[in-house]
């Protein structure tokens, strides 16, 4: 799995417990996977069709620095399945897993289209 994003947790992503809010790490999350998918798919048409087996194992605190890891699992006709692991960037401690998180490709009125791509692919493989 690749750690492509970190976010420092400051005050505004805390909830009433003095710990990161639920609700800003799936935001986080559900960002990172949209843009996870808009490099593999190269499209910029993408949409969360949903995610399941959220598993929230830790918390994070403020100051402290989180990594957002995303893969593919799963490639379908219109679809992107990804896997997420969210991480303490210091301690390794795993804070949030996600089992799948379910992306659809679109065209430009919004209706799924195939995408055609089959694995995970890199930018510097798309430029030799």
């Known amino acids: 799995m690749n750690f492509h994003t970190r976010k420092w947790i400051k005050p505004e992503d805390l909830n009433p417990n003095k710990s990161l809010f639920g609700g800003k790490l799936l935001a986080w999350i559900d960002e990172e996977a949209a843009l996870y998918t808009i490099v593999q798919l190269e499209n910029q048409y993408i949409v969360t ?24 699992i799963k ?47 890199y930018i510097s493989d798309r430029l030799k």
């Open 49 to 72: 069709k949903g995610m399941t087996e959220i598993n929230f194992m830790s918390s994070a605190y403020e100051g402290e620095i989180i990594e957002i890891g995303i893969e593919a």
């Open 75 to 121: 490639f379908g006709r219109t679809s992107v399945t990804l896997k997420c692991e969210v991480r303490n960037m210091m301690t390794r401690e795993i804070i949030i897993t996600i089992d799948n998180i379910t992306m659809v490709n679109l065209d430009k009125e919004g209706k799924p289209t195939p995408h055609g791509k089959t694995k995970i692919e």
